[in-house]
Each structure stands twice: as structure tokens, then as C-alpha cells.
């Protein structure tokens, strides 16, 4: 939602990282909780109580979400899916990428199963505690985790893309069509028209007085549906753009400045001409580093003139170059997570070209667009 991550810790290699939507959802969850769920489950307790409750359910929910998602992410360790690029979003729907059918249809179930283990567990431990007769505000909060992991594991099993059950329509389709473009397509059509039909039940539910059950569908409508679509768009980038070096998609011609160069010039001659951002400096075909806008604003506009380029320049570092043999889907990885736009293509220290998000994103857009009108004019698979 807000496309801003924070990286919580590193799991079978993959980095797993906790969206800035997630911390809101987190206090909406907190909320409805301590507010509604927890009064109704057991009375007279103090509202401090109540939150203690919400809060310890809600990290119950999100560690529960990250146990769903565990046996996925070791199969990726196993059939070598791992790679610098992958990387692991904390939602119920993370990407993923497998070598074959079977291997998606496995993996797809098995984070259903292991919602299901660990719903299992959570009411055996539940047991206990009443036969011990335990606190209710304990027995309220392992009943809640309990249902919610058996409703977690029923709901991943809606044929509806990316939820497993949206995975394992798709593995069976491309299993069958040999073709993982249209399969995604139908899977995750299916999803997208889910979530509308989840938001619309919100509606009603909204419209009939149940104002929290009717936002939660709404909301967990709208972000399968987004989801979908762009699970689909990441399967045509990985096809497009996958197993592609940097070269091939490089601007081979970049325009370059002098580390002599005045600022002023530098803003007179190359940014109001060229309507770029950043330069890339070089000497005698040598990269030195690259200088920005930022760092001319920086500058106050008295020292245009006695300021060079080389005084306000950033050096080289891996946060913005990149080989050229590099793969293109890892490169612009890299620019998304570093939100360096564009990198420099360096060979033995020369500078070779640049590579920019924007055209990247441009590209995979026209080629989007291409791929949709011909899936319009004819959505027929070949059975192999």
C-alpha cells in the first residue's frame, strides 16, 4: 500500500520485511480487538486488560502469518529458487517463484497445512489451560489464534490468486497449458473478480450496520485484487525481464560531464538542456562517480561559479553501478529497494552505459499493454 519496508530478520536466506501498511493494520486489528472481539468473549474485565489482550493477538496473528508462510519459503531453499533478487514481503500472499508446476502446486499447500498444525497445537494448548482453569483472559486469546489459524488455512484455499488455493488453480493450469503467462492470467482474473466480491459484501454488510466487518471485507478485498494484478505484472516481468543482462536494456550513450565543470555550467549547458537528474563524471572514460540535482540545490547560488563538479560529486559505491552481465530483473531490484534511479553500467572502471528505472517501467508497460490486447483477442492454451 505504502510501498515502504522495514526488514524484520532473514529467513532459510530470504529477507523478510514488514510493509508501512502493516503497522496500520496492525492498530486497526489492535483496535477492533480490544473494542469489540474480546468485551464479547469474556466481560468485566478493564480496558487495560482488553488491550493487553488485542496486543498479544495481534503479534499471535502476525507471527501466525509468518509460520504460514515458513515451509514455503524452505521448498524455495530446496529447489533452488533462491536467488540476490528474491525477496520476501510480510503479507498472507508473498511473491514467490518456483521452477515447475509441481513444485508451485507443493509449496502451495503448504502453508494451508501448516495453519492448520499450528491452529491444531494452539487448541490442544488451549485445552490445557482450562483443565488448569487459567486465567479467561488467556483462554481468550489462544481461542481467538486458534480459529484464526483454521480460518487462514480455509481462506488460502479459495481458488483466488495469489491465495494458495489461487496458486495450486494455477500450477494445475500450467501444468495442463505448458504456459505460465495464461495461467497466471486466468488465476488471478479469479482473484481480482474475488475481490470485488468481497468488497462489494462489505458494502452490504456496512449497509445492514456491521461497520467493522463490513471495512475488514472491503479492505481484504481491495488488497487481493491489487495483489492479483500485480502478482501478474511481476510473473510478465520476470518472463520479460528475467535471465536478461543489463546490456541489452543500457542506455549505451549516456551523456557524461567533466569533474571540471562549474556548477553553474553544469546547469546552464546539461540539466535545463537535458532534463536529467543525475550525470554520470567521467574522465578520459573513466567513471569517477555521478552528480545529482540534490547536490547542486545543495550549493548555494552564490558559489556556482567557484564550485566544480568534482567538489560536489558522489563516488561510485554498489548501491549505484551495476556489470553489465548483470541479471536486469536483480538490477532493478536493487534501484526499487535502494531508490537509486538510474544506475551505472561499469566495465573495469569505464563507464558503459546507464540503466533506468523509468525505461525499465516503460518498457514492461508497452510490452504489458501488447501482451494484454493480444490475450483479448484470443485467450486459447495449448495442451502439451
Not at 116 to 136: K, Q
Not at 163 to 187: E, F, N, P, Q, Y
Amino acid at each position: 500500500m505504502f510501498f515502504y519496508r522495514v526488514r524484520l530478520f532473514s529467513l532459510f536466506g530470504f529477507d523478510v520485511y514488514v510493509d508501512a501498511s502493516w503497522l496500520l493494520l496492525a492498530v486497526l486489528i489492535a483496535w477492533s480487538l480490544a473494542i469489540g472481539v474480546f468485551p464479547e468473549m469474556v466481560s468485566g474485565l478493564t480496558s487495560a486488560i482488553y488491550w493487553s489482550m488485542a496486543v498479544v493477538a495481534t503479534a499471535g496473528l502476525m507471527f501466525s502469518i509468518v509460520f504460514h508462510e515458513c515451509p514455503t519459503l524452505s521448498l524455495h531453499g530446496i529447489s533452488h529458487c533462491r536467488s540476490a533478487a528474491s525477496r520476501c514481503s510480510f503479507s498472507a500472499v508473498s511473491p514467490r517463484c518456483t521452477a515447475n508446476a509441481l513444485s508451485e502446486f507443493l509449496m502451495a499447500m503448504a502453508g494451508p497445512i501448516a495453519s492448520g498444525v499450528l491452529g491444531l497445537l494452539l487448541f490442544l494448548l488451549l485445552g490445557s489451560v482450562a483443565g488448569l482453569d487459567g486465567p479467561p483472559a488467556i483462554s481468550a486469546v489462544l481461542s481467538y489464534l486458534t480459529h484464526l489459524n483454521w480460518v487462514l488455512a480455509a481462506f488460502n484455499l479459495l481458488p483466488a490468486f495469489p491465495l494458495d488455493g489461487g496458486r495450486m488453480l494455477r500450477a494445475v493450469l500450467w501444468g495442463w497449458s505448458k504456459d505460465v503467462i495464461w495461467a497466471t492470467w486466468i488465476a488471478s482474473g479469479a482473484g481480482r473478480l474475488f475481490g470485488i466480491l468481497l468488497i462489494v459484501l462489505g458494502v452490504v454488510e456496512v449497509v445492514r450496520g456491521d461497520f467493522v466487518g463490513g471495512v475488514w471485507l472491503a479492505l481484504i478485498g481491495i488488497f487481493l485484487r491489487g495483489a492479483a494484478s500485480a502478482t501478474y505484472e511481476q510473473t510478465l516481468a520476470r518472463q520479460i525481464l528475467g535471465g536478461q543482462p543489463v546490456s541489452r536494456f543500457m542506455n549505451k550513450h549516456p551523456i557524461t560531464v567533466s569533474p571540471d565543470l562549474s556548477v553553474r555550467a553544469l546547469l546552464e549547458d546539461y540539466v535545463y538542456r537535458h532534463h536529467h537528474k543525475v550525470f554520470p563524471v567521467v574522465r578520459e572514460g573513466r567513471l569517477l562517480g555521478c552528480v545529482t540535482t540534490a547536490q547542486i540545490s545543495a550549493i548555494d547560488e552564490g558559489q556556482w561559479d567557484q564550485r566544480t563538479v568534482a567538489e560536489i560529486m558522489e563516488p561510485c559505491s554498489p548501491d549505484n553501478t551495476v556489470a553489465p552481465e548483470t541479471d536486469t530483473l536483480e538490477a532493478m531490484t536493487k534501484m526499487q529497494r535502494t531508490g537509486r534511479s538510474p544506475l551505472l553500467v561499469v566495465s573495469r572502471g569505464q563507464l558503459v552505459g546507464m540503466l533506468s528505472l523509468r525505461d525499465l517501467l516503460e518498457l514492461f508497460a508497452l510490452k504489458l499493454e501488447i501482451g494484454e490486447g493480444r490475450r483479448q483477442v484470443s485467450v486459447q492454451p495449448q495442451a502439451g
